[in-house]
């Protein structure tokens, strides 16, 4: 199954990451360099 994520970085530094099919549960966190983040885990 495909998924599909939105990433935006707001004015403060702060990252949304959006689930474009649902369209719901925007998640914020401020990632660092070199982090990475399990899409799995999150959808």
């Known amino acids: 199954m495909e998924k599909w994520i939105e ?8 990252f949304r990451l959006i ?3 649902r369209r719901k549960g925007t998640i914020k966190s401020k990632l660092l360099p070199g982090f ?3 899409m799995d885990c999150i959808l």
């Open 7 to 14: 990433v935006f970085e707001n004015s403060g530094g702060e």
């Open 19 to 21: 689930d474009r099919q």
């Open 36 to 38: 990475s983040v399990e």
